[in-house]
């Protein structure tokens, strides 16, 4: 019983506790998906540089496949492209050697 306890208990104390020390006017993500919050900082453009494309081609040769010029449009977002992926046998690109 002393085992079901303590833990019923710390989550309540950690419920009352955030509640009362959330600021109401920071904005809570989810509640409007569509909508920015005021303020928030926005990225108006990218450049990316020969050292950046050279390294998401890594392991392709020229020329280039057409499927491959989303590059030219691609942000700062997060993107798998980029990054090295399984270790050989599956590493067609050659990124783990």
């Known amino acids: ?3 079901i306890i303590i833990p019923i208990t710390l989550s309540g104390l ?3 506790s955030t509640a009362a020390g959330a600021d109401p006017s920071y ?4 509640t409007a998906p569509y909508q920015r919050p005021a303020g928030a900082p926005v990225i108006e453009w990218v450049q990316h540089d020969r050292a950046w494309f050279e390294h998401a081609l890594t392991g392709i040769k020229r020329p ?3 499927s491959l010029y989303f590059l030219d449009n691609q942000g700062n977002w997060y993107t798998p492209f980029t ?3 399984m270790n050989p046998p ?3 690109r050659g990124w783990h050697q």
């Open 90 to 92: 599956y590493d067609l």
């Open 83 to 85: 990054r090295p992926g």
């Open 14 to 16: 950690f419920m009352l």
């Open 27 to 30: 904005p809570i993500a989810g």
């Open 64 to 66: 280039y496949p057409r």
């Open 1 to 3: 019983m002393k085992n």
